[in-house]
T-cell receptor
Framework: KAGVTQTPRYLIKTRGQQVTLSCSPI?????VSWYQQTPGQGLQFLFE???????NKGNFPGRFSGRQFSNSRSEMNVSTLELGDSALYLC???????????????FGPGTRLTVT | EDQVTQSPEALRLQEGESSSLNCSYT??????LFWYRQDPGKGPEFLFT???AGEEKEKERLKATLTKKESFLHITAPKPEDSATYLC????????????FGAGTRLAVHP
């Protein structure tokens, strides 16, 4: 099975711009989660989507949003970029919709976003 | 509040020198403790999931164990290619697939 894929892998944006990142989960996985990783804060949960619905959200401002399509692919958007948004954005997929036992989460390679 | 604390922050070992990494957590009703390995600039690579106290899992030179308050990742006779950051994460009831991560342990294994 192909793993989780994320595009683009690298991105450079200017403050005030917006950005859209894409994630394709493992085939058959319907749960997609997004995380932000920075040296200072580590890995922090952004949100999770299942069946095109956001059902879990972390403590991030409303500038961070996402969506999921009927084929389970997901996108996240960050509007009005700030310097502090520079990070590695990671997507993870799971075959279990409930977060119950017996299912793992697999991460993609990430998108490195640099805001200047 | 749910918390995950990993220690030490960094560990330097000589090749063949066994050691353990610690992950302590405060989560009521744990729904899984996860170990990941992350190489620089890459996404976390899944290693193990543990669900109940007393459970153990092994993979090559790695062995993960779980108690009611902490988990250990034992590394036996490490090699330089085991150098990476090891991340611990927990899932709580009602959190669906949300993982709460520790800060990680940076492991360097020298020849």
């Amino acid at each position: 099975k192909a793993g989780v894929t994320q595009t683009p892998r690298y991105l450079i944006k200017t403050r005030g711009q917006q950005v859209t990142l894409s994630c394709s989960p493992i085939s058959g996985h319907r749960s997609v989660s997004w995380y932000q990783q920075t040296p200072g804060q580590g890995l922090q949960f952004l949100f999770e989507y299942f069946s095109e619905t956001q059902r879990n959200k972390g403590n991030f401002p409303g500038r961070f949003s996402g969506r999921q399509f009927s084929n389970s692919r997901s996108e996240m958007n960050v509007s009005t970029l700030e310097l502090g948004d520079s990070a590695l954005y990671l997507c993870a997929s799971s075959g279990d919709p409930q977060g119950s036992m017996g299912y793992e989460q697999y991460f993609g390679p990430g998108t490195r976003l640099t805001v200047t | 509040e749910d918390q995950v604390t990993q220690s030490p922050e960094a560990l330097r070992l000589q090749e063949g020198e066994s050691s353990s990494l610690n992950c302590s957590y405060t989560v009521s009703g744990l729904r899984g403790l996860f170990w990941y390995r992350q190489d620089p600039g890459k996404g976390p690579e899944f290693l193990f999931t543990l669900y109940s106290a007393g459970e153990e899992k092994e993979k090559e030179r790695l062995k993960a164990t779980l108690t009611k308050k902490e988990s250990f990742l034992h590394i036996t006779a490490p090699k330089p290619e085991d150098s990476a950051t090891y991340l611990c994460a927990v899932r709580r009831p009602g959190g669906y697939n949300k993982l709460i991560f520790g800060a990680g342990t940076r492991l360097a294994v020298h020849p």
